[in-house]
């Protein structure tokens, strides 16, 4: 069997990331192990700019972000192998691969590093009744028509969510010729960044109905059009609000699943506020030499911070290697108050050190309100915020000596205060 | 008249409000940085954009994928498509080469985001 110290699953913005960090921290026999043709994962598709303000001071396109890492890969001679997928990962590190050059082989790491991303919710997951005709697209699977396979999906578009995905196909469609009627979002806030509103919505006249959604989808074999109606408070769709927007194409823009099937066959334990491993602030999931990071951990907004979150559980996954991890000791839970949804880490050690990153999604929209971290009742942080959106991640690095209390606390609390009316 | 803008140069998307009589922007607030306070002026009185978009590649059907160099006056978006949709490029291209020199008389070179060949 084939022996390897770190193994990375997935060669996309985290796994290209983790291979990195791992690399400077020390580490030499890596493996980067991906199901596509080609290195980059979801960033080749991802052609629009605004990738890497933040790790490059630059803004980039996907392919150039993508292309930054995969240099770096090259440069440092970090083995890869595309074309192979993983089928298997056990508690014990044997990673089962297959491939057409090497058919199917086991391979045992002395660390892991989960790196498979997530994926787009389909149309089965939303219950909307209507028709089976064709025309009916997630978000992204248009963007790679449209954007690697030079295929047009449709002329007369629909969008449902305004996710960021979402809201870049506007635009994309529209540079393409197509005419957008409509992007459809079933809260009366969009999940997706402002600036794309701004510059894929609003700048081409495309109408953003908030607090609407799809009731009814059209079409024997191609979509014909569908129904849009009002929804109240409860969500529940509002009699006598429908109106039908005739439409060829209806892309879904409703949501992102970390891809955790490999994790779960290896016992890692997954958190339902996050849909992604369970892990302490080095990144390591509840199976010791298992880490995780990128958007199979937790849907990031921004690849910068992937990226990030990336190269520190490579140089972790590194110090597992040779023993060198600092004993996890005591586990102190990090709970969610008021207003926070999906923290990660779930758990710090209290023997933790160095600067701790927290990231969470905020519930709702909160204008000028304080984000709180406190240890067994004490604040330790309050921060005050301009506003809070659940599009727009909380990323929070306090150094471990802020933490006061670490030692003996029974929990970490995070919450958010909204200021008084 | 009075302007209520989301500046688009970073994820923060910060709100900026100002006043614009037809000649000068004034009372320019909400922005927390220098960019902010750039958009604002340039969003009022002549908007720019970055347009990304795809060239055929010859002998493929997988197309290459293209950005402007910086932001290009945004009444010349729709006039840069239709340039970049009738070019037509031939292997090898690196990222950064020039794909079409100041297109539409921008000023602003179009250049490859990715490798091919």
């Given amino acids: ?421 | 008249m009075k302007y209520e803008l989301t500046c688009i140069n970073c994820p923060i998307g910060c709100r900026i409000t100002a006043d614009y009589d037809g000649n000068e922007v004034t009372n320019i607030e909400g922005y927390t940085c220098k960019r902010g306070l750039d958009y604002a002026k340039t969003e009022i009185t002549d908007p720019t954009r970055m347009v990304t978009a795809l060239v055929n590649v010859e002998g493929t059907h997988v197309p290459l994928s293209v950005k402007t160099r910086s932001a290009i006056r945004k009444p010349l978006v729709f006039d840069v498509l239709a340039k970049i949709r009738e070019t037509k490029i031939v292997p090898p291209v690196r990222i950064g080469d020039v794909i079409i020199p100041d297109v539409c008389g921008s000023g602003v070179d179009v250049i490859a985001t990715e490798n091919v060949g």
Wanted: with cysteine; aromatic share 6%.
């Fill in chain 1, 1 to 421: 069997m084939r022996n390897v110290d770190i193994l990375i699953i997935g060669g996309g913005p985290a796994g290209l990331a983790a291979a990195v960090g791992a690399y400077e921290a020390g580490a030499r026999d890596i493996l980067i192990l991906d199901r596509e043709e080609r290195l980059g994962g979801i960033l080749k598709q991802c052609i629009h700019n605004g990738f890497g303000l933040h790790t490059f001071k630059e803004e980039l396109t996907g392919p150039e972000y993508a292309e930054r890492f995969i240099e770096k890969v090259l440069e440092y001679k970090i083995p890869y192998q595309c074309n192979s997928m993983v089928i298997n990962v056990t508690a014990d590190k044997v990673v089962t691969c297959v491939s057409k050059e090497f058919g199917l082989e086991n391979i045992k790491a002395n660390a892991v590093i989960l790196c498979m991303g997530c994926r787009e919710r389909p149309r089965g997951s939303l219950a909307t009744p209507g028709e089976r005709c064709t025309g009916i697209f997630t978000a992204g699977t248009a963007q790679k028509f449209t954007n690697l396979e030079g295929i047009m999906p449709g002329k007369e578009v629909v969008i449902l969510g305004s996710g960021d995905i979402g809201l870049i196909m506007a635009r994309r469609m529209t540079f393409l010729g197509a005419k957008v009627h409509a992007c459809v979002e079933l809260m009366p806030y969009s999940s997706g960044l402002k600036r794309n509103i701004v510059q894929c919505l609003d700048d081409y006249g495309i109408p953003l109905l908030l607090s609407h959604t799809v009731t009814d989808i059209h079409g024997k074999e191609r979509l014909e059009g569908v129904t849009v109606a009002e929804v109240g408070p409860d969500l529940k769709p509002i009699e006598g609000t429908e109106k039908y927007f005739p439409c060829d194409t209806l892309l879904l823009s409703v949501g992102l699943i970390p891809e955790n099937e490999l994790s779960e066959m290896a016992g890692v334990k997954i958190a339902p506020t996050t849909s992604g491993a369970v892990v302490d602030e080095q990144l390591q999931t509840s199976v010791p030499g298992i880490f995780s990071a990128g958007n199979v951990l937790h849907v990031h907004d921004l690849v910068d911070f992937v990226s990030e979150e990336a190269i520190k559980a490579g140089a972790n996954a590194w110090a597992y290697v040779q023993g060198k991890l600092p004993e996890p000791g005591r586990m102190v839970p990090v709970n969610m108050g008021f207003g926070v949804g999906g923290i990660v880490p779930q758990y710090v050690s209290d023997k933790a050190e160095g600067v701790i990153n927290f990231m969470f999604r905020p519930r709702n929209v909160y204008r000028g309100a304080r984000v709180i971290v406190e240890i067994d009742g004490n604040p330790v942080l309050n921060k005050k915020t301009l506003i809070l959106a659940p599009g727009e991640m909380v990323n929070l690095d306090i150094p471990v000596e802020k933490l006061v209390g670490l030692d003996k606390a029974e929990a970490i609390n995070v919450r958010i205060e909204v200021p008084e009316a």
